[in-house]
Each structure stands twice: as structure tokens, then as C-alpha cells.
T-cell receptor, first 114, second 112 residues
């Protein structure tokens, strides 16, 4: 089974802190994604990566950056956390070939910024 | 651009009732379509998929048929159980990199 793990289930940070969210997948997937999930808004794509050191902006990249130094790991960075970044963050990975079954998700990190 | 619209929730049903959650999409090409389910406190899990027109995806008693003429992919189940209580997301994927577009989610509550 594909496994996507995220470094924390719950995280509490203060405004202005630099925050790192880590995601690791174990199935050699080319693509990795970061979403945030907010009530009534569904999932919104922040960034994605289709290869090591490659990244593309999603729909809401402002205030975030990403890093992919190894194929299995994709990090989301909040350079200076703000209260409006309080949310559930979901990481996902996939093959390029959709026959592989779509995107596989981690359990999520619920981030609270005080 | 691509988008997915699904019915607002919450949907509340009694056990053994029939379920329909509507989903329509807008896409420029020929997308693949998906339903995901999110149980409380968990990430999203793939429920079923269809990759071309008239395909029917099915899993765990759930079904959805890819209707190109009506740009729809409605989720159905003949008899829901309390354990089906969750949030259901419709999604499409098109183009490079397996990029997905998700609907806003529909919460299903099933009462015993």
C-alpha cells in the first residue's frame, strides 16, 4: 500500500514564526502536492512538484514556499506564519500515470497560528 | 478553467436509505473523474474513479457513471450505513502532472 506520512498531526505556532511541514511518500511517486482544507472551501492547491527540485505554484501560493530535495520528501514552509494560515494542511502524491489510482493523501496536519 | 461543483451539505439520511450526491464539472479536454471520501480526523481516500465517458466506477457499494453529455459524475449508493458518514469530494484530473481540481465536499450523516 502507498503510504504518505506527515510530520505532525497537530501543530500550534505563534504569529511570525517560520513553520516547516514535512511530507514523505514511500512509493516512488513523481508528483507531490500540498493543499489546505478549510470549511466550505474544499481543498485548495498551494504548490506541487513533478520532480526533484521542480515546483509549480498552485492556486494560493502566497505566504508559502516549498522544497523538494529528494524524490520522497516534499516540505511546505510558512516563512512568517499568520493567523489566516490556521488550517488543515494535506499532502498528496501520485504517479504521472492515472492508472496508478489518482492522488494518495496523508492524514493531514492541523495547524493553529496564535 | 477546470472546476468541479457538488451539492451542498450536509446530507442527512436514515440507515438503508438511497444516496445520491450530485457532481458536475467543467473541463477543457477529457478529464478523469474521481470520488474521494474523508472520515473524521483522516486524510482523503480514493473511493472510485472513471477515466473515460460512459465508464462506471464502483467500490464498497458506491457507484458513479461518467456522463460526458451532461458533464456529470453523480455518486450513488443503494443502502447507506452509519459507517458511511463522512465527507465526500468529487474531483477531476486533466493535463500534465496529475493535477486535481476538487469540489467543496459534501458531508453525509447517516442516522441509525
Amino acid at each position: 500500500d502507498v503510504k504518505v506520512t506527515q510530520s505532525s498531526r497537530y501543530l500550534v505556532k505563534r504569529t511570525g514564526e517560520k513553520v516547516f511541514l514535512e511530507c514523505v511518500q514511500d512509493m516512488d511517486h513523481e508528483n507531490m502536492f500540498w493543499y489546505r482544507q478549510d470549511p466550505g472551501l474544499g481543498l485548495r492547491l498551494i504548490y506541487f512538484s513533478y520532480d526533484v527540485k521542480m515546483k509549480e505554484k498552485g492556486d494560493i501560493p502566497e505566504g508559502y514556499s516549498v522544497s523538494r530535495e529528494k524524490k520522497e520528501r516534499f516540505s511546505l514552509i510558512l516563512e512568517s506564519a499568520s493567523t489566516n494560515q490556521t488550517s488543515m494542511y494535506l499532502c498528496a502524491s501520485s504517479l504521472n500515470n492515472l492508472a496508478g489510482g489518482g492522488q494518495f493523501f496523508g492524514p493531514g496536519t492541523r495547524l493553529t497560528v496564535l | 478553467g477546470d472546476s468541479v461543483t457538488q451539492m451542498e451539505g450536509p446530507v442527512t439520511l436514515s440507515e438503508e436509505a438511497f444516496l445520491t450526491i450530485n457532481c458536475t464539472y467543467t473541463a477543457t479536454g477529457y478529464p478523469s473523474l474521481f470520488w474521494y471520501v474523508q472520515y473524521p480526523g483522516e486524510g482523503l481516500q480514493l473511493l472510485l474513479k472513471a477515466t473515460k465517458a460512459d465508464d462506471k466506477g464502483s467500490n464498497k457499494g458506491f457507484e458513479a457513471t461518467y456522463r460526458k453529455e451532461t458533464t456529470s459524475f453523480h455518486l450513488e449508493k443503494g443502502s447507506v450505513q452509519v459507517s458511511d458518514s463522512a465527507v465526500y469530494f468529487c474531483a477531476l484530473s486533466e493535463g500534465n502532472f496529475n493535477k486535481f481540481y476538487f469540489g467543496s465536499g459534501t458531508k453525509l450523516n447517516v442516522k441509525p
